[in-house]
């Protein structure tokens, strides 16, 4: 129990179903949409992230993300089912998570945007140390001209003491190159409890290089390098998403 209470701050970004700063965008009021993450890592970590965790390296993890545009301001989601292909043909079903996003309305139409996002989520015991887990995501970004600076400062949080919240941001500069195209660099990190942050070389650092097309089916590519040994060294990740019903 010791030697897993150490190895979880260490280690806690070395699987995830979604990597994605959020932007502060949502469906249209009364939109459906669906939205598929997947993320494979081809050179990972060859430790659990605690014991029982399946091995990051040459795994796929993935999940469709259902989600409704309640209001200009506010849209609710559901992820079901996370879901991780491991080596020698091993499928399994990880969690079901719920969200809720409430952002200022318009944010792709503003220079200065803000929002935050709630996530709720019931875990096999294979993907979380613990059962029920949560994330407080905050959304802040600037816009000029064609340039895009956006900040999740997310707080993760297994719904124990508020000490043990766990701080993850992550950043996003993108160019848009027009309404269809973009390339951007992101910036991914665990550092570990607010607290006590964890020392340099065993925060999780990860910077993913990114190109999104925006049109009938919007798709974001990226290719990711980890920073130091606490990281994976390299992930691929890949997004489609689509509008099911627009009122």
Same mark, same amino acid.
């Given at each position: 129990?010791?030697?897993?209470?150490?190895?979880?701050?260490?280690?806690?970004?070395?699987?995830?179903?979604?990597?994605?700063?959020?932007?502060?965008?949502?469906?249209? %009021?009364?939109? !459906?949409?669906?939205?598929?993450?997947?993320?494979?890592? %081809?050179?990972?970590?060859?430790?659990?992230?605690?014991?029982?965790?399946?091995?990051?390296?040459?795994?796929?993890?993935?999940?469709?993300?259902?989600?409704?545009?309640?209001?200009?301001?506010?849209?609710?989601?559901?992820?079901?089912?996370?879901?991780?292909?491991?080596?020698?043909?091993?499928?399994?079903?990880?969690?079901?998570?719920?969200?809720?996003?409430?952002?200022?309305?318009?944010?792709?139409?503003?220079?200065?945007?803000?929002?935050?996002?709630?996530?709720?989520?019931?875990?096999?015991?294979?993907?979380?140390?613990?059962?029920?887990?949560?994330?407080?995501?905050?959304?802040?970004?600037?816009?000029?001209? %064609?340039?895009?600076?956006?900040?999740?400062?997310?707080?993760?949080?297994?719904?124990?003491?508020?000490? +043990?919240?766990?701080?993850? %941001?992550?950043?996003?500069?993108?160019? +848009?190159?027009?309404?269809?195209?973009?390339?951007?660099?992101? #910036?991914?990190?665990?550092?570990? #409890?607010?607290?006590?942050?964890?020392?340099?070389? #065993?925060?999780?650092?990860?910077? !993913?290089?990114?190109?999104?097309?925006?049109?009938?089916? +919007?798709?974001?590519?990226?290719?990711?390098?980890?920073?130091?040994?606490?990281? +994976?060294?390299?992930?691929?990740?890949?997004?489609?998403?689509?509008?099911?019903?627009?009122?």
């Amino acid at each position: 129990m010791a030697a897993a209470a150490v190895a979880w701050p260490l280690l806690a970004r070395a699987q995830t179903d979604e990597i994605q700063v959020y932007t502060a965008e949502i469906a249209d %009021p009364g939109e !459906f949409t669906l939205t598929l993450h997947d993320n494979y890592t %081809p050179d990972g970590l060859h430790t659990p992230e605690f014991p029982g965790a399946v091995v990051p390296n040459h795994v796929l993890n993935g999940v469709p993300e259902w989600a409704y545009g309640a209001k200009d301001w506010l849209e609710l989601g559901v992820y079901l089912p996370v879901y991780t292909a491991a080596p020698g043909g091993h499928y399994y079903v990880e969690s079901t998570k719920l969200r809720t996003l409430f952002v200022v309305p318009h944010a792709d139409k503003r220079s200065f945007f803000y929002g935050i996002n709630f996530e709720y989520s019931r875990n096999a015991v294979r993907w979380e140390p613990t059962r029920y887990s949560g994330e407080i995501r905050p959304i802040i970004g600037w816009r000029s001209g %064609p340039v895009d600076l956006v900040l999740n400062p997310i707080l993760d949080t297994g719904f124990q003491k508020f000490k +043990n919240l766990d701080f993850a %941001p992550c950043v996003r500069l993108a160019y +848009n190159f027009s309404p269809k195209w973009a390339v951007a660099v992101e #910036q991914y990190a665990d550092l570990g #409890q607010v607290r006590k942050f964890l020392p340099g070389d #065993q925060q999780s650092q990860s910077t !993913f290089a990114v190109i999104d097309y925006n049109g009938k089916t +919007n798709v974001e590519f990226g290719v990711g390098h980890g920073e130091n040994d606490a990281t +994976n060294s390299v992930v691929i990740k890949l997004m489609f998403t689509w509008s099911l019903h627009h009122p």
